[in-house]
């Protein structure tokens, strides 16, 4: 029977956290109906929460989360800590690394922002469409038929919008049209034969950028991609955005720089 696990980067998320927390817990009953459509049974979730040197009461609330008995509804948390902030690249080798070790191969890693702007009711179809596609990595698209963009900026949705056309533009990656969002579920096959292939350099990036990065590496290693429509939901946030958009660019730039180079 297979184990939900859910990758949560968190750097200063108090505001956040507690509601995500309660909203997994609850998407956990919604995979009922994952079981009857495409005969995936998953009794038990598992929250990664990696405190990226927080300054705020993020890694208290998960540790108290994580204190809390999970033997009745099969709903856990634990906590990973950076003892300070080493970006977001890091929190996700940390969360990704723990995965392997701790996993088995039926068991599937889903890696979502902490700021509510990403539905986790959204995993049970993620999840089922997996199953139905033959998929090993599903992203949650704003750009696939039926998604969308709720609360952003006319400028950052053109940066958004630009940044997955020149990557897409660049890479090619069949089944991808949206690159930078995070909001993804892998198998655990997929990431395993990447990090064997990639070792430490699976995720070399420290920002945002480590997502495209991620993606480019595991359709070289034979992933099998599709997407899911979503609604990311902006005027959900909570938090400041920890995003540096000149910074975010560069690295951008480099990051397909070098990973183009080695094709």
């Not at 009794?43 to 204190?67: H, Y």
């Not at 996993?103 to 999840?127: F, I, K, R, Y």
């Not at 533009?169 to 892998?186: I, Q």
């Amino acid at each position: 029977m297979a184990r939900m696990w859910v990758l949560l980067p968190c750097f200063d998320e108090e505001q956040a956290l507690p509601g995500l927390l309660t909203r997994l817990r609850e998407t956990l009953l919604k995979f009922s109906g994952a079981e009857t459509s495409a005969n995936v049974a998953v009794n038990e979730l598992t929250v990664l929460a990696v405190d990226d040197g927080s300054r705020d009461s993020t890694a208290q609330i998960a540790r108290d989360a994580a204190d809390m008995p999970s033997a009745q509804d099969g709903f856990s948390v634990s906590l990973l800590q950076h003892e300070k902030n080493l970006g977001l690249g890091a929190a996700m080798r940390t969360g990704i690394s723990h995965f392997l070790d701790a996993s088995s191969e039926s068991d599937w890693l889903a890696a979502m922002d902490c700021d509510g702007t990403h539905p986790p009711e959204l995993l049970p179809e993620m999840l089922r469409a997996a199953h139905e596609r033959d998929l090993e990595v599903v992203i949650a698209s704003r750009y696939a038929p039926g998604g969308g963009e709720v609360g952003l900026s006319t400028s950052r949705r053109a940066y958004s919008r630009i940044c997955s056309w020149g990557l897409g533009v660049l890479f090619r990656l069949r089944g991808v049209r949206d690159y930078t969002c995070g909001f993804r579920l892998y198998s655990r096959g997929a990431l395993s034969q990447a990090k064997e292939r990639y070792g430490e350099s699976l995720i070399r990036e420290s920002g945002f950028v480590c997502h495209a990065e991620l993606l480019v590496h595991l359709t070289r290693t034979g992933a099998r991609i599709g997407e899911v429509p979503l609604t990311l939901r902006y005027d959900h946030k909570l938090g400041r955005s920890k995003m540096r958009v000149m910074r975010t660019i560069w690295r951008y730039t480099a990051m397909a720089a070098r990973e183009f180079g080695r094709r």
